[in-house]
């Protein structure tokens, strides 16, 4: 059953066609169409056999039904059954796509004219199948052949003719795929001269008998480098069996070879390595040893293969041992150490092993390469060697000897790690006199002695020596600071305070005089530590004895300076010297305290506060900063409930926390104290912690937090974005406050990254639901632009200096606050005018006041800053050539820190280019050139308002960024 669709606005011919049709037992479901709806209808619903169409169908265009037939069914017959139309316009019609020609009064032609157009057509579709699986099979092999790495050619049987080569041969001969077409046998042009004549005679050879042929051989290529490649050829037979083509592969195997070499190369090594070598299984059975293991062990190479490598044990290290070597290779797949080991004579020996662990292309394990070295007679060399030369046989205390190696060593290690060392140059006071007094036995009786007492008092990573006669020696490394060296100098000096009981129970009593000297203050090398150090010893000896003495005066002085400050700040924990000073917190809203911070202040000898940088750190270092935080929560408490009772229940009291009284492990119970002792409701005390602090151990950190917040206390993440913290962290802190350091508030006026930094605390806090409190604000400036970023705090010179509790309850009474920001009104059309030029600023500020702006003037860049910072601005018109700050420079500034202006250059000079690329980077709006027409200049005003209006403004409401473009 043929379907055929029939274009004809004749039912009558329509009619006749089909009774034709069903005459000549042609079955046919034919659709009759006459207009352009209907056609695209059953274009879409229907596979058709033919299309049958008259040449005049009053709602068709004929030409344009054509083109959509032949577009929608392009191997579809088409068959015009249609009046005369005239010879010419048939063979036209023919020529546009049209299959064949029928007319109406001669039906005759119409059924071998759709049996004729059905078999073309299908041999049409047949035809254009084939054609695109060989397109598609073509296209497979070129993608195939391009991207492989091997060589894939066709070449005639004499290499006269080049029928294909891929693209891999470019990138191993490092020649053109065109060069050898033009010249099949060019390939042999880069073939190493010592094969070239092997592989001529054997590709010969081949042809010849129409056989197979792979041969090996080396190409030299155009940079000097040589890639092995073999190359295998296949003969293509014609119909009658003879091979007229040759069909091959080349690839590079160079890799393969340079594995092959290392192979060789190992198994030299293998066989003449001095040390043992064994290769086990994964079960440690032996598969492989070498000769110096029978040389070793003592076992021949029959007699150890198969067995387990255990079979050498000595039974001198226990199960841990073992148990640690193998949980090594598992981990880290290699382990290194000494090993006792027993022969098979049965003597044991030390021996130095290595092992490691062999994978597979996939990183699996396959096998454990051992490599084993006889220590026997290194060990008995060493122990010899070191007895002898490197230690003192009285004391057994390194000698001089050993003390140079050392502290040269000592000294690299610093060097490397940009670290400090001390050396510590003991001579003992009064010695002599003991010597020639109780004779020459109590003297080394007392050295001895005195070597023990001194080395209780050094940690295990110091070094102590006898350096000769009476002279000790004491290295210190790492240490912090020359301070440290004091610290041990005065133990050594303590430790020697107490009699020494000698033989016939006499009594001496002796000490010490000490020099010191730093690395790397005082000397980079050994020698000049050494002599530095003498010479501090000889003048601790000049300045009374038992003492010591630092090399130069600043750091000896400083030493002493130090250890003072340390005594009185232990008196001074113990006498409770210290006060609290507060610094007033304000609500930027309201303009009203809200509370303070907590600032502990150490007055000493005559009122004067001594300065919180320097007793601050000591107290950190010696630990004395945990009772320390503990009076500054119980008496910041005392001060809250102070406040509350005078009527001012509403304020609260930050207290630093440090990290040492964080960690201690009580700081929960600390507070809970001093809120109860008080009488102070937990929300109103406040503890601020640093970065740094809550990082150390983030699992601790947040089990101590949640502790704290437990209790009801607030907290508050100090100098936020100097630190380091994880913001996945950050998340799981239960802070509830962030503040800004002021290192971000000193330059947020002026510096886009500054302000940047602090403008994204303030989301990043609001977004978290935290407030967030700026530090450091000493100007109105800064002021107002925290007020324009909605920053919730402030803290800072700018409203008042940290002060005693009785100014801080004056100013509370007082009742002082910042002035509130005034309220929204309408915006008010502003413009900024920036010259250093008074009479440009005034001429400007006349042409343009009359228009209705409100007009602000600076005379610098910097004075524009400050000004914006405070001020709402809508358009800023700006000279190009200033001092200090140029026109570009501040609008670029701008741009990054009041976004949402429209910016334009007024100038007489300016570089066009930069320009340009500030109008393309959406630094400036516009540029204008001096001297300006008045009308020309009050237009341009007028449209950038009009395009804050229209763009910026709405922008700026829905949260997008700029760029600004004209």
Not at 54 to 79: A, K, Q, S, W
Not at 571 to 589: I, N, S
Not at 846 to 859: I, K, Q, T
Not at 937 to 953: M, S, T
Request: a negative charge; charged letters at 25%.
């Amino acid at each position: 059953m043929l379907n055929l669709l029939y274009i004809e606005d004749d039912p009558a011919d329509f009619l006749l066609v089909v009774r034709h049709l069903q005459r000549q037992g042609m079955e046919a479901n034919v659709l009759r169409v006459d207009e352009l709806d209907r056609l695209a209808g059953a274009l879409e619903e229907t596979r058709w056999d033919a299309v049958l169409t008259d040449y005049n169908v009053p709602r068709l265009m004929f030409r344009e039904t054509l083109g959509l037939l032949r577009e929608r069914l392009p191997d579809c017959p088409l068959i015009l059954v249609s009046g005369s139309v005239g010879e010419e316009t048939a063979v036209e019609l023919l020529k546009d796509g049209i299959w064949d020609f029928v007319l109406k009064d001669n039906l005759s032609r119409l059924c071998p004219a759709l049996e004729r157009g059905i078999r073309d057509s299908a041999e049409r579709r047949a035809r254009r199948l084939a054609e695109h699986a060989l397109l598609e099979s073509e296209a497979r092999f070129q993608v195939i052949a391009a991207t492989i790495g091997e060589v894939i050619w066709m070449a005639d049987v004499e290499l006269r003719e080049m029928f294909y080569v891929s693209p891999a041969y470019e990138t191993i001969w490092q020649r053109s795929c065109a060069s050898l077409h033009e010249n099949p046998r060019s390939f042999l042009e880069s073939v190493h001269d010592d094969d070239r004549v092997r592989v001529v005679d054997e590709i010969r050879a081949a042809h010849a008998a129409g056989r197979p042929y792979e041969h090996e051989y080396r190409v030299l290529r155009a940079d000097g480098s040589i890639r092995w490649v073999v190359d295998r050829g296949f003969p293509v037979a014609n119909p009658g069996g003879a091979p007229t083509r040759y069909v091959g592969v080349a690839e590079d195997v160079t890799e393969r070879h340079r594995a092959e070499e290392r192979l060789r190369q190992a198994a030299a090594v293998f066989e003449s390595s001095r040390e043992a070598i064994m290769i086990t299984d994964l079960d440690a059975r032996l598969v492989a040893v070498n000769r110096a293991f029978s040389e070793i062990t003592g076992l021949s190479e029959n007699e150890a293969l198969g067995r387990n490598a255990g079979l050498q044990q000595s039974g001198r290290h226990g199960p841990e041992f073992f148990q640690a070597m193998w949980a090594s290779l598992a981990g880290a797949g290699q382990w290194q150490g000494e090993i006792w080991n027993r022969r098979k004579n049965g003597t044991v020996y030390p021996a130095w092993l290595s092992i490691s662990t062999v994978c597979d292309p996939r990183g699996r394990p396959t096998h454990y390469v051992g490599v084993l070295g006889d220590m026997s007679k290194l060990k008995h060399s060493e122990e010899q060697l070191a007895r002898l030369a490197h230690y003192d046989p009285l004391t057994e205390l390194p000698n001089r000897l050993l003390l140079q190696s050392r502290l040269e060593h000592a000294l690299d290690r610093a060097h490397r790690h940009g670290q400090r060392a001390a050396v510590l140059f003991v001579d003992l006071d009064r010695f002599k006199t003991v010597n020639d007094s109780l004779g020459h036995v109590a003297g080394d009786q007392l050295l001895v002695e005195v070597a023990r007492r001194l080395r209780q008092r050094i940690r295990d990573e110091d070094t102590l020596g006898r350096f000769g006669g009476d002279e000790f020696l004491v290295l210190l490394e790492p240490i912090a600071s020359p301070e440290e060296a004091a610290v041990v100098a005065r133990d050594l000096l303590g430790a020697l305070q107490t009699p020494f009981r000698l033989t016939d129970s006499q009594e001496a009593y002796i000490g010490a005089s000490i020099g010191i000297s730093i690395f790397p203050e005082d000397g980079s090398t050994a020698a000049e530590l050494l002599r530095d150090a003498d010479a501090a010893m000889y003048q601790a000896k000049e300045n009374g004895r038992n003492r010591f003495c630092f090399y130069t005066a600043d750091m000896n002085a400083n030493a002493m300076v130090q250890l003072e400050l340390e005594a009185a700040l232990r008196r001074a924990v113990d006498r409770g010297e210290f006060v609290l000073h507060y610094q007033p917190k304000v609500d930027l809203r309201s303009g009203r305290v809200v509370g303070a911070e907590a600032l502990i202040r150490w007055p000493r000898e005559g009122g004067v506060l001594e300065s919180p940088g320097r007793f601050i750190a000591l107290a950190e270092k010696t630990g004395l900063i945990v009772p320390l935080g503990n009076w500054v929560i119980d008496a910041g408490c005392r001060a809250l409930h102070g406040w509350h009772e005078a009527g001012w229940s509403d304020l609260r009291l930050a207290v630093n926390v440090s990290a040492r009284q964080f960690h201690s492990g009580d700081l929960a119970t600390v507070v809970a104290h001093a809120l109860a002792r008080h009488d102070v409701p937990p929300g109103c005390l406040e503890l601020e912690l640093t970065e740094s602090m809550l990082m150390e151990d983030p699992a601790q950190t947040i089990s101590i937090l949640h502790e704290l917040k437990r209790i009801g206390v607030r907290l508050a993440l100090d100098d936020f974005g100097t630190g380091y913290s994880s913001f996945a962290y950050l998340s799981r802190f239960p802070i509830d406050t962030l503040k800004i350091d002021q290192s971000f508030v000193r330059n947020i006026v002026t510096e886009p990254e500054a302000a940047t930094i602090a403008v994204s605390i303030i989301d990043l806090a609001h977004r978290l639901r935290l407030k967030v409190v700026a530090e450091g604000v000493e100007t109105e400036p800064q002021l107002g632009y925290l007020r324009k970023r909605q920053c919730d705090e402030m803290q800072g010179y700018f409203f008042a200096r940290p002060m005693p509790e009785e100014l801080f309850r004056a100013q509370l009474r007082e009742g002082r606050s910042l002035p509130v920001a005034p309220a929204a009104a309408p915006p008010e059309r502003t413009i900024l005018l920036v010259d250093d030029e008074p009479h440009v600023l005034s001429a400007l500020g006349r042409l343009l006041a009359p228009e209705g702006y409100r007009v602000l003037m600076a005379d610098s860049g910097a004075r524009g800053l400050e000004l914006l910072a405070t001020q709402s601005v809508h358009v800023i018109l700006s000279d190009q050539r200033m001092p200090h700050m140029s026109g570009m420079e501040f609008l670029s500034r701008v741009k990054d820190l009041h976004p949402d202006t429209v910016r334009i250059v007024l100038s007489a000079q300016a570089d066009k280019e930069s320009v340009t690329r500030a109008i393309n980077e959406g630094a400036i709006y516009k540029f204008l050139d001096k001297p300006w027409s008045d009308e020309m200049l009050r237009a341009q005003v007028g449209e950038a308002f009009r395009y804050h209006d229209q763009v910026i403004r709405p922008r700026a409401a829905w949260g997008c960024a700029e760029p600004l473009t004209p």
